[in-house]
């Protein structure tokens, strides 16, 4: 493959790859974060203030779904451009176009002022974050894993996980700036386009450092990031993928359970104010960070199958609790983001090994991608619908049977684990 990727290399070290994942992950998620917020505070005010709160807040949380629905059709497209241009290439090209389309939304008007071409072209440019973020696939997550020493995978596997919680508290950190040094009409009119501005600042830094690892010398089989044949991939491990999309479910169910949800109830109920709800989520998510680090170090002391067991039946617990939202939101949100942050902690490390070598690169994207749809996507709008409709009890029973269904096909997948998997089973 003639491209970038085959220019000047120098050897990289491990270090140098930890430093440049979790840039990019934080990164990643930091965006994630801002549109995440601004869909459940800003959006349904400023693009369908036709509509009740309620239902202004579930056309947003629609549109923010497509970003996730756009994903997989990234990473098919993808393949096809790396092999064009490499790797490298494709990933400056999804993050320009990710970025550009930030920017976008930062600057668009609103309904007042454009009526219905604002919103659609919200969903326009929320489709081409989601084609931006799909095709940033880098697979250094799965680089670091192979880099791992063999008494610290656990540890190694949490790394990029960080990039979750440190990207919400950043997120959250500028809502919590603009909610409450500004008036409401301040923060809804222009306030809240600062947060999508700063999303394309750290974007160039990031897009520096991943670029420069990735003409790097990792000192890593090539083959760990080669993309196999469709055709194969589907035909041969089809099952696996979609085992391994139900997965992780609980724990990116979770991550919109513990923060954008919580948010929009306080926005369409008003029972506390936003700056309160930030206030508890920063304490939550600085908490996360910790319990990240946590599955670390309990998947090396004790295995990986531990610690997704436990964060299951801690997500049972939190799924039985979710009414102290209503009355008492501190302690269901600090407890939930610290089970948040145990759950995801090993999130990324648990597909890979479910593929043999020649599939784990592109089965691993493939079922991340689906993952994402299926436990992520709908997880705010369902959440706000079931408890519209029935209560926030229907909203626990929602979480709790993502946890099910992760326990199920975790079993599942560890009775058909690959042969040269075996030794790492989690």
């Known amino acids: 493959m003639t491209s970038v990727d085959s220019t000047s ?18 990164t990643d ?11 459940a505070l800003v959006f349904p005010k400023l693009f369908f203030p036709m509509l009740d709160p309620l239902f202004g807040t579930l ?3 629609a549109i923010f779904s497509l970003a996730f629905l756009a994903r997989p059709v990234a990473s098919l497209a993808a393949r096809t451009l790396q092999y064009k241009i490499g790797r490298t290439g494709k990933v400056t090209l999804a993050l320009g176009l990710l970025g550009t389309s930030t920017v976008a939304i930062g600057l668009l008007p609103g309904y007042e002022k454009i009526g219905w071409l604002a919103p659609v072209l919200l969903a326009a440019l929320r489709i081409l974050q989601g084609l931006g973020l799909g095709g940033s696939w880098d697979g250094l997550t799965l680089q670091l894993q192979h880099a791992a020493p063999a008494n610290r995978k656990g540890v190694y ?5 960080l990039g979750g919680p440190v990207g919400f508290v950043v997120a959250a950190s500028i809502f919590f700036v603009l909610t409450g040094f500004l008036t409401e009409d301040e923060f809804i009119k222009w306030g809240w386009r600062f947060a999508f501005f700063a999303v394309m600042a750290v974007n160039v830094v990031s897009l520096y450092a991943r670029v420069r690892l990735l003409n790097s010398d990792l000192g890593i089989d090539p083959k760990v990031t080669e993309s196999a044949p469709l055709g194969d991939l589907v035909r ?24 954008v949800f919580p948010l929009a109830f306080a926005a369409i109920y008003e029972r506390y104010e936003i700056p309160e709800v930030l206030t508890v989520q920063l304490i939550g998510g ?7 680090f946590v599955s670390g170090l309990l ?24 009414g102290l939202l209503a009355h008492y939101p501190s302690a269901f949100l600090i407890f939930g983001f610290m089970v948040l942050g145990l759950a995801y902690g090993q999130a990324s490390a648990i597909v890979p090994k479910r593929f043999p070598a020649r599939y784990r690169y592109s089965g691993s994207a493939m079922a991340t991608n689906l993952s994402w749809i299926i436990g992520a996507a709908f997880a705010p709008l369902v959440a706000i619908g079931l408890t519209a409709m029935l209560g926030l009890w229907a909203a626990g029973l929602y979480l709790l049977s993502g946890a099910v269904i992760s326990f199920v096909a975790l079993h599942l997948l560890n ?3 690959p042969s040269e998997s075996t030794s790492e089973a989690i």
């Open 9 to 26: 290399r120098y050897a990289a070290t491990v270090d140098e790859i930890i430093t440049t994942v979790v840039m990019a992950r934080v």
């Open 29 to 39: 998620f930091f965006g994630f974060f801002v549109y995440a917020i601004a869909s």
């Open 59 to 61: 056309a947003s949380f």
């Open 157 to 161: 596997a949490m790394v990029p996980q």
């Open 236 to 259: 041969n491990e089809g099952r696996t993928i979609l085992l391994c999309a139900f997965l992780p479910l609980a724990s990116y169910a979770l991550f919109h359970m513990m923060t």
């Open 286 to 292: 600085a908490l996360a960070i910790v319990t990240v």
């Open 299 to 322: 998947a090396d002391r004790y295995s990986r199958r531990f610690v997704i067991r436990l964060s299951s039946v801690l997500i049972v617990i939190l799924s039985l609790t979710i």
């Open 415 to 417: 009775r058909h684990l």
